[in-house]
């Protein structure tokens, strides 16, 4: 098989980590990408190597900002040569109900979880085209499906993931390049396992299938979108949620 890289987005948080490594168990090279106010990387390292991933590239940068997205690319590019796969999974919340919720924390949520597409895939996207292969994998949200409550903000932005990902999927189809988005339910990664019991509870009694999602579970649909098998499969929404919502 012939190895490709993969740069993640967001690579440190649970839905990421899992994605990294399902990627490298598919045999793949590994970019992660992180915020650089992330100050675990280090720790982050020696846990993945200590369960077997040894060989992880990290590169810093904020994906709001273009000129971060032009640094991390080129420092990725430097270590390990050109980016087959591009997963964007970063994403941040700012929950509030829109009457109260202020300017700066739309503003947050749009740059973050959206216009952080534009500025990742820009750097990758023409090159992938050039050479005739290319994955690209956009993590959207049941929320952005559905819509929720207190998250006008994220519901929007993750819904841009899924209009952005099927206008650049028609753009790319005929290049070899696979535009593809999955939008996961809730799942099971330290954070929302640190909730509450009874909060989280009530959260997985919405569930059809009466449990969380398993990160892995996740990050193996994103390795078979960036495989050869997923080659005649662009412009997708993969609703991986339990049951909670079908589109």
């Known amino acids: 098989m012939t190895q490709r890289v ?9 839905l990421g980590t899992a994605i990294c490594q399902e990627l490298a168990k598919a045999g793949h ?26 060989d992880f590239v990290c590169v810093a940068g904020d994906v709001s900002s273009l000129e971060d997205c032009q640094k991390m690319v080129a420092e990725a590019e430097a270590a390990c040569g050109q980016v087959d796969i591009l997963i964007n999974n970063a994403g941040i919340t700012r929950d509030r109900m829109f009457a109260k919720m202020e300017r700066d924390g ?3 949520v749009i740059a973050t979880n959206l216009t952080s597409l534009f500025n990742m895939t820009k750097q990758v996207s023409a090159k992938m085209a ?7 994998v956009n993590i959207s949200s049941v929320n952005g499906v559905k819509g ?5 903000n994220y519901s929007a932005a993750k819904a841009g993931v899924i209009g952005f990902s099927k206008a650049l999927a028609a753009e790319l189809a ?5 535009v593809n988005v999955i939008c996961p339910g809730y799942v099971a990664t330290k954070m929302v396992m640190a909730i509450k019991p009874e909060v989280l509870q009530s959260i997985i009694d919405t569930v059809p299938m009466k449990r969380l999602a398993k990160p892995e579970e996740i990050g ?8 050869d098998l ?13 049951g909670l919502y079908y589109q």
């Open 6 to 14: 993969a740069l993640v987005t967001g690579a440190m948080g649970g």
């Open 106 to 108: 739309w503003d947050a």
């Open 220 to 227: 193996g649909a994103c390795a078979y979108l960036a495989s």
């Open 29 to 54: 090279k590994v970019v992660a990408s992180y915020h650089p106010q992330f100050d675990n990387k280090d720790a982050w390292l020696a846990e993945m190597a200590e369960a077997g991933f040894k």
């Open 148 to 152: 929720q409550a207190g998250q006008t």
């Open 130 to 136: 050039e050479r005739g292969w290319g994955r690209i």
């Open 230 to 242: 997923a080659a005649f499969m662009t412009g997708a929404t993969m609703n991986i949620n339990g």
């Open 174 to 178: 005929a290049k070899g390049v696979t």
